[in-house]
């Protein structure tokens, strides 16, 4: 097989494993934790359940159905960037991050499309369970992206006189 061969079957292997590790893991968090639960793994680490409304750091700038449709175009531009790095030569470890930012962007994309639709928004402490297609929280292109790892490397008050973010 050549390079290029190679690196296709690399990349689109590394983004497939990626989602599906990424799919698994916020499923178990959303079915087995509350909102805002959170567990402790180190001193510097956490898992902090929480969902993202908006961009990121739960930014809310543009109506979700836009958010949803720039992150499908951003991530069919990402395939064709990578497909076009790969052609004229790349660097596997290049690739690799490439084929982790796209399975990442994906995640996002699946969470918004389909979670507000299979999934029921239970108060705290309740756990939220998976309910039949259609009748989840929200409707298609408006779910919420689970987040849930949680780095407090560095703690800062965020001035009052900036409301806006």
Known sequence: MSRKSNQIIMAASI???AIIIDQLIKIL???NMYMHEVIDVTSWFKILFIENR?????????DKLFLTSFRIVAVCFL???ICRRISKGVDNLFLVCLSLVLAGATGNIIDCLF???IFNNPPAPIVAEFVPFGTGYDQLFYGRVVDM???PLVEWYWPDWLPFI
Do not use: P
């Not at 961009?55 to 700038?61: D, V």
């Open 149 to 151: 790892f949680y780095f």
């Open 15 to 17: 983004s497939l494993a």
């Open 54 to 62: 908006g961009m990121a750091f739960g930014m809310e700038i543009m």
């Open 79 to 81: 395939i064709y960037i």
């Open 29 to 31: 968090v959303k079915t």
């Open 115 to 117: 979670y507000g639709m």
